[in-house]
Antibody, heavy 118, light 110 residues
Framework: QVQLVQSGPEVKKPGASLQVSCKASGYTFTRHAISWVRQAPGQGLEWMGRISAYNGNTNYIHAQKFQGRVSMTTDTSTSTAFMELRSLRSDDTAVYYC?????????WGQGTLVIVSS | QSVLTQPPSVSAAPGQRVTISCSGTSSNIGNNFVSWYQQFPGAAPKLLIYDNDKRPSEIPDRFSGSKSGTSATLGITGLQTGDEADYYCGTWDSSLSAGVFGGGTKLTVL
């Protein structure tokens, strides 16, 4: 079955960088984009961006709070997508999800809890 | 502040029907497909509806979606206690060149 498995929980200090991985299985990886969505504690879903697994083209959220801090890549040899977030702040504390798709998302990874705290 | 507007909560009795609204603009709902997601506490969201009104094969027909102008609606019939969850609408925003979600609606089955 189609499945996305993410890397484990992380605790980071403010200013550090984060990389979350998302390994896909059960389908041809290069035929679908991978999108990244995060959810702060008790809050709603926030789209962060997407990457074409076919050609690596990306679209990132343009919000001021993310400016220049996020990047997404893929490794087609291992069917894995990566999301990097730099210069972490306390308000980056959230569960980070990867999901297959460009405009609607299915399935989703199990989520990666990231806590940013000094 | 979410780009799409949903009611924070809705409630209904078991067996009844409930609708959840999602309001947007011509930049998002008005000119793009809408999807709906169900999320239980501590779990990842799950796709319920895509392309405004289509259901993945594993989703029961108790769930339906519709769109009119710049608003979309999720309908759930034959409510069950197991339907208690948070529901999110989502779409693409052509002006922002970004995916956008509603703030989520908590469904309580009384």
């Amino acid at each position: 079955q189609v499945q996305l498995v993410q890397s484990g929980p992380e605790v980071k200090k403010p200013g550090a960088s984060l990389q979350v991985s998302c390994k896909a299985s059960g389908y041809t990886f290069t035929r679908h984009a991978i999108s990244w969505v995060r959810q702060a504690p008790g809050q709603g879903l926030e789209w962060m961006g997407r990457i074409s697994a076919y050609n690596g083209n990306t679209n990132y959220i343009h919000a001021q709070k993310f400016q220049g801090r996020v990047s997404m890549t893929t490794d087609t040899s291992t069917s894995t997508a990566f999301m990097e977030l730099r210069s972490l702040r306390s308000d980056d504390t959230a569960v980070y999800y990867c999901a297959r798709g460009s405009y609607d998302f299915t399935p989703w990874g199990q989520g990666t809890l990231v806590i940013v705290s000094s | 502040q979410s780009v799409l507007t949903q009611p924070p909560s809705v409630s209904a009795a078991p067996g009844q029907r409930v609708t959840i609204s999602c309001s947007g603009t011509s930049s998002n709902i008005g000119n793009n497909f809408v999807s709906w997601y169900q999320q239980f506490p501590g779990a990842a969201p799950k796709l319920l509806i895509y392309d405004n009104d289509k259901r993945p094969s594993e989703i029961p027909d108790r769930f339906s979606g519709s769109k009119s102008g710049t608003s979309a609606t999720l309908g759930i019939t034959g409510l069950q206690t197991g339907d208690e969850a948070d529901y999110y609408c989502g779409t693409w925003d052509s002006s922002l060149s970004a995916g956008v979600f509603g703030g989520g609606t908590k469904l309580t089955v009384l």
